[in-house]
């Protein structure tokens, strides 16, 4: 089954501890992205890849990272979570290298950082 | 630089309603593509259409149906008798094809639908 999977779902963590969200798709994408969703503000995008070891920033990438080393894996690095990355998280990937094609969406990644 | 405004942040109707949801959006590419997506209360989140910028022909799909219009920079979706399973939330988005090095897809705030029985 063709899919875009995260883990973790959900995460409560604190000020300071560094996490990692995996994702991770088996439809062979070359675009990989993550967005953020918040309230009123729709979904943002934070860094997004057009292939292996090529990433760049979307529109909120401060207290973000992101590696591109296989095809299949993009995750989401906060070295340093702030409250104010508390959010839902997408990961998604699409056909086209410009992410011009549908985008095929993980099921979120709720976190909570106190 | 790209931009996607819904302007309404949440319409409620009654069922089988017609309901447009607006979108606007501003670009300098003269290839984009447009997308609606769907947020149901679960979550997830379920592409709906593709557009590009040189095909300006409208599209239905059953009870769906999206009208694009290049002169008002609008991609409006309808539902036609509106059914509760139609409530969530629906994202507008947009990307460029010849972005200068930048191939963000930008996706406007949401219109929350509540159809109500």
């Known amino acids: 089954e063709a899919q875009v999977t995260q883990n973790p779902r959900y995460l409560i963590t604190v000020t300071g501890k560094k996490l990692t969200v995996t994702c991770s798709q088996n439809m062979n994408h070359e675009y990989m992205s993550w967005y953020r969703q918040d309230p009123g503000l729709g979904l943002r995008q934070i860094y997004y890849?057009?292939?292996?070891?090529?990433?760049d920033k979307g529109d909120v990438p401060e207290g973000y990272k992101v590696s591109r080393k296989e095809k299949r894996n993009f995750p989401l690095i906060l070295e340093s979570p702030s409250p104010n990355q508390t959010s839902l998280y997408f990961c998604?990937?699409?056909?086209?290298?410009?992410?011009?094609?549908?985008?095929?969406f993980g099921e979120g990644s709720r976190l909570t950082v106190l | 630089a790209q931009k996607v405004t819904q302007a309404q942040t949440e319409i409620s109707v009654v069922e089988k309603e017609d309901v447009t949801l607006d979108c606007v959006y501003e670009?300098?590419?003269?290839?984009?593509?447009l997308f609606w997506y769907k947020q149901p209360p679960s979550g997830e989140l379920v592409f709906l259409i593709r557009?590009?910028?040189?095909?300006?022909q409208n599209e239905i799909s059953g009870r769906y149906s999206w009208n694009f219009q290049k002169s008002t920079s609008s991609f409006n979706f309808t539902i036609t008798a509106s059914q509760v399973v139609d409530s969530a939330v629906y994202f507008c988005?947009?990307?460029?094809?010849?972005?200068?090095?930048?191939?963000?897809?930008?996706f406007g705030s949401g219109t929350r639908l509540l159809v109500r029985p």
């Open positions: 670009t300098r590419d003269t290839t984009y593509y």
């Open positions: 988005a947009l990307s460029e094809e010849w972005a200068d090095s930048s191939y963000k897809l930008i």
């Open positions: 890849s057009m292939n292996v070891e090529v990433t």
């Open positions: 557009r590009n910028s040189f095909d300006e």
């Open positions: 998604a990937s699409s056909l086209s290298p410009r992410g011009t094609k549908e985008l095929f």
